[in-house]
């Protein structure tokens, strides 16, 4: 026994085995540099020192968006393992692993409420689970989005974030893009603004249907936006591509995001272009 390890015990001392560094401190994916976690999550999960916007769950987003008060839409059941498709996992065993360290039971969750005293629906997908693959799930629960939009008769804001359709599903999966689009197309045909906000990473098909269908698109800085990957699209051309290519602040120079805004504004630029879409009607001057 040496003597450090004799003064501790003679004191008493008994460190706490849950408080441990990983516990205090994150590492920033960008800059590298050490930060509090109180801090980092503090600031809404973005780099106190580069801006970098870090990943959060659905819950967070909807709680970040909304007012106080909102309430979870319900999401429509579907079969699980269709295909019994099996890799070098059971789908069904990555499924209770997401599940597992996930609060809900898939990638995509419904709000319904207001932001900022505006009605609106807002459904998020959240990376954490399964990379927010598009499955059955997850398209049910958009049209289930949706469908509360178009009774509410009010905007509907969709926070993508996904690595692409679930392989797991094949063609189930696939078919989820022509069954969002149809949704879309109804919202419009009502007069409802469809809002999209593009966070890191929105990617296939995703990004092949519902995420570039809106009324209006945002991204939060540094977002990964795209079909294929850059390495894949690089091999096909062979040529180099630009620096930043995929990135949201690319995009936005070339006209295929609208704005590109910090998630401490994003709620309140929100309630602006619901306003720009959806006017409040004018109280009668008599009354």
């Not at 973005?46 to 008060?69: K, M, N, Q, Y």
């Amino acid at each position: 026994m040496n003597w450090f390890t004799r003064v501790r015990n003679s004191l008493g001392f008994d460190a706490d085995k849950k408080s441990t560094e990983k516990d205090l401190w994150i590492k920033c994916k960008s800059c590298q540099e050490m930060l509090f976690v109180a801090e980092y999550e503090e600031n809404l999960s973005v780099c106190p020192r580069c801006e970098f916007h870090g990943r959060i769950s659905a819950d967070t987003r909807l709680a970040l968006l909304l007012d106080h008060g909102f309430q979870m839409v319900d999401t429509p059941e579907v079969a699980e393992d269709p295909l019994k498709f099996k890799d070098t996992k059971k789908y069904t065993d990555r499924l209770k692993a997401a599940r597992a360290a996930n609060p809900h039971r898939d990638a995509y969750q419904v709000g319904s409420g207001e932001i900022e005293g505006r009605p609106a629906v807002v459904g998020v997908q959240d990376f954490s689970f399964m990379g927010g693959s598009m499955g059955m799930a997850v398209g049910m629960a958009f049209c289930a989005g949706a469908e509360r939009a178009l009774t509410r008769k009010c905007p509907y804001v969709v926070v993508t974030a996904a690595g692409g359709a679930r392989m797991q599903e094949g063609i189930l999966s696939l078919m989820q893009m022509p069954r969002a689009t149809v949704m879309t197309r109804r919202l419009k045909a009502a007069g409802l603004p469809y809002i999209v906000v593009l966070t890191d990473p929105t990617t296939g098909g995703v990004t092949a249907s519902y995420a570039m269908l809106g009324d209006v698109h945002i991204a939060e800085p540094g977002a990964l936006i795209g079909f294929a990957g850059q390495r894949v699209i690089q091999d096909t051309i062979r040529e180099k591509l630009p620096e930043g290519f995929q990135r949201a602040e690319y995009l936005h120079k070339h006209g295929m995001v609208d704005m590109v805004v910090h998630r401490k504004e994003l709620k309140e630029t929100l309630a602006s272009v619901l306003d720009y879409l959806q006017p409040a009607p004018e109280k009668d001057a008599a009354a």
